[in-house]
């Protein structure tokens, strides 16, 4: 089955305390990205990366850190979160052997919550 | 930072009414898409716009793009329960680059 999963869906963490949150995708996609969903502000884009060593910043890159070492894999690392970085994460991807426009295959999201 | 601007943020209303949604920009867009999210999932696409002046169906779903593609409308005819969700647009200035969301339509449709 086709799929972007992410681990942990659900995390309760304290301020300060390095964490990251992994993404895979079966689908052998070159475009990766994460976004970050606030009440009223709609997705908005973190980090994305069109290939295996490169990344590009979103809209909202600022404490957020990304790595793409293989195609398949695109862990968000939070070196040290902050309450203000509370919300709910999806990781997606797009690309593939048919043309494509972007269009996003995202995953289950995980919920994040730094006290 | 291109933005998009969504309208209506809410919308409830009665099942068999029709809707409009709203997406706009000052920028140009190579590409606009719509999305469908339903709570505890991550978001669905349901189509994608390339080019100015295209219209796409989707059963009771008519997607738009206007001409200068710096905006889009998703129009829902005789909507029911299940369209409830929440209806996002999303457009990219440049093929896999930055892509930048709307910030949502939440959609209620009583029975």
């Known amino acids: 089955e086709a799929q972007v999963t992410q681990n942990p869906r659900y995390l309760i963490t304290v301020t300060g305390k390095k964490l990251t949150v992994t993404c895979s995708q079966n689908?052998?996609?070159?475009?990766m990205s994460w976004y970050r969903q606030d009440p009223g502000l709609g997705l908005r884009q973190i980090y994305y990366?069109?290939?295996?060593?490169?990344?590009d910043k979103g809209d909202v890159p600022e404490g957020y850190k990304v790595s793409r070492k293989e195609k398949r894999n695109f862990p968000l690392i939070l070196e040290s979160p902050s309450p203000n970085q509370t919300s709910l994460y999806f990781c997606?991807?797009?690309?593939?052997?048919?043309?494509?426009?972007?269009?996003?295959?995202f995953g289950p999201g995980t919920r994040l919550t730094v006290l | 930072t291109q933005l998009l601007e969504q309208s209506p943020q809410f919308l409830s209303i009665q099942e068999g009414e029709n809707l409009t949604v709203y997406c706009n920009s000052s920028?140009?867009?190579?590409?606009l898409q719509w999305y469908r999210q339903e709570p505890g999932e991550g978001p669905v696409l349901l189509v994608t716009v390339v080019t100015g002046g295209e219209v796409k169906k989707l059963k009771r779903l008519t997607f738009q793009f206007g001409d200068a593609r710096k905006d889009s409308s998703l129009h829902i005819t005789a909507a029911q329960p299940g369209d409830t969700g929440l209806y996002l647009c999303?457009?990219?200035?440049?093929?896999?680059?930055?892509?930048?969301f709307g910030q949502g339509t939440i959609l209620t449709v009583h029975p």
């Open positions: 920028s140009v867009f190579s590409s």
């Open positions: 990366s069109m290939n295996v060593e490169v990344t």
């Open positions: 997606a991807s797009s690309g593939g052997d048919i043309p494509t426009y972007n269009e996003q295959f």
């Open positions: 999303a457009g990219a200035v440049v093929s896999y680059g930055k892509l930048t």
């Open positions: 689908m052998n996609h070159e475009y």
